[in-house]
């Protein structure tokens, strides 16, 4: 597969899997075994299109983030509890990210976990969507700081391969009673300081290839994949929360059981 392909393909890949509770990293990882490319060589890539998919969160909210920096600007205690329970929920990544890079690192070069992940991930989702309590319609500002706070921990077990940020973040927001499209859109703006913290690590771990020109996979291909991830990313958000603000988690679900399991086999057996 040529490199403008691969790295057109991957872009999709992000963009299609970063903000919905499937896990881009597991696919990521997958697409590499699948596919049969050096992952090592895209890895720089991998990192620096995600900017991608975090701005197409800043476009599609645009209106939002407007509102609360003019609430900032203003002093209005909503604004500010927007900004404090976002904080606070990015903390305990923030600082655990930090901790134990390595150990998060070493998880990244084995697809099986990846399988095994997105199975049992597909079967919590289920779990949660039939016993959670539906909470009433209400502002991220709104939220008591001790569920920004548990969502922040929760966010923290998508460390582990094919968990999945959002699906983490979302699933541990509707156990905690939060309604389901706040609490989409509380994975998508907690996505931003999240995935800047972790990808600026990252550019510093490797800012040495970057300097370099990225290595074999070129500025070309990384300008194409951020492109094809912002795009695709900024259609998937809008959809995505119209969808699962009427029909819920549970389409998800059963796609992650599905690919887990063929994961798992193929893996395994093939």
């Not at 390595?102 to 049992?120: F, K, R, T, Y």
Request: hydrophobic content about 55%; some cysteine.
């Amino acid at each position: 597969m040529g490199l403008t392909l691969t790295a057109i393909l991957l872009g999709i890949v992000e963009g299609l899997t970063e903000f919905v509770p499937v896990s881009s990293t597991g696919h990521l990882i997958l697409a590499s075994k699948l596919f049969g490319y050096d992952p090592k060589t895209w890895e720089v890539f991998n990192i620096v299109i995600q900017l991608g998919a975090i701005l197409a969160v800043v476009v599609a909210f645009w209106r939002t983030f407007w509102a609360v920096g003019m609430g900032l600007l203003k002093g209005e205690a909503h604004s500010l509890r927007f900004v404090r329970n976002l904080l606070i929920a990015f903390i305990p990544a923030a600082v655990l990210g930090v901790l134990f890079k390595n150990q998060i690192d070493a998880l990244l070069e084995s697809p099986v976990p990846v399988g095994w992940a997105l199975l049992i991930g597909g079967i919590a989702i289920l779990v949660i969507e039939r016993v959670a309590k539906q909470g009433e319609p209400t502002g991220i500002g709104d939220l008591p700081m001790k569920t920004a706070l548990g969502i922040g921990f929760v966010q923290c077990i998508a460390m582990i391969p094919g968990v999945s940020r959002s699906g983490a973040t979302i699933m541990g927001a509707l156990a905690m009673g939060v309604e389901r499209r706040t609490a989409a859109e509380f994975s998508f703006f907690l996505a931003i300081p999240t995935m800047m913290g972790a990808t600026v690590l990252q550019i510093i771990d490797h800012r040495e290839e970057l300097a370099a020109g990225s290595g074999p996979v070129g500025w070309t291909e990384i300008g194409i994949g951020f492109a094809v991830s912002f795009i695709v990313a900024l259609a998937v958000i809008r959809a995505f929360v119209a969808y699962v603000s009427r029909h819920g988690f549970a389409p998800f679900a059963w796609y992650r059981i599905v690919i887990g399991a063929a994961a798992i086999a193929w893996l395994s057996f093939g």
